[in-house]
């Protein structure tokens, strides 16, 4: 009938609105509890159903491709440029360590990409790519200038992450000043010994 909107428009309108919805509360519940919140979670605090979230993201991994940017990804690039700028290689590894550790407490999603929660997610395999050649630079330079131990290599600083990421997802989460006490002793333990 003349006079009346065309329902194409509105519906562009209501998708856009949707997915905006849906944005907004993945972020918000992969930053308090990770990347494995249930959908219908996501859905509920969107005002959604599950089944939209399907249709305007393709399911979870559209989902945490869309919105892992702002969730986790931005900080960890962060780190990693803030590392690359300290001239100091003891400094260099020290800040990376304390400030990977420290993102990995305050963000559940960070312990999800360490642990590759998601392998068929290109983005986030490629988030987990980055951290690795972070952390082969850093062996690399700590071993040549021996601020690391000589024995001490990428494997085992990936370890360390992966088992904290482990411990921090399925274990109660401790308190900050042991946690960060705790940071401390491995950045001694691995550490180049004076002299050598």
Known sequence: MAGEAPTPP???????????????????AFRGRGLTVRLEEVAEAAGVSKATI?????????????????????????????????????????????????????QPAANDVMLQVFPHSQHLMGICRAAGEI?????????????????????????????????LKHGPLPRRPDYDRRTRYLLDGIRGRPGR
Do not use: K, W
């Open 135 to 167: 952390n082969d630079e850093l062996i690399a330079a700590g071993r040549d200038s021996g601020a690391l131990r000589p024995e001490f290599t990428a494997d085992d600083l990936q370890a360390l992450f992966h088992d904290n990421a482990l411990a």
């Open 10 to 28: 509105r519906l562009r309108a209501d998708a856009r609105r949707n997915s905006e919805q849906i944005r907004r509360a993945a972020i918000d």
């Open 54 to 106: 399907f249709n305007r993201f393709g399911g979870r991994i559209g989902l945490v491709e869309a919105v892992i940017e702002e969730v986790v990804a931005d900080e960890l690039h962060a780190i990693i440029d803030r590392t690359r700028g300290i001239d100091d290689v003891a400094q260099r590894i020290e800040h990376y360590f304390t400030a990977l550790r420290d993102l990995q407490y305050r």
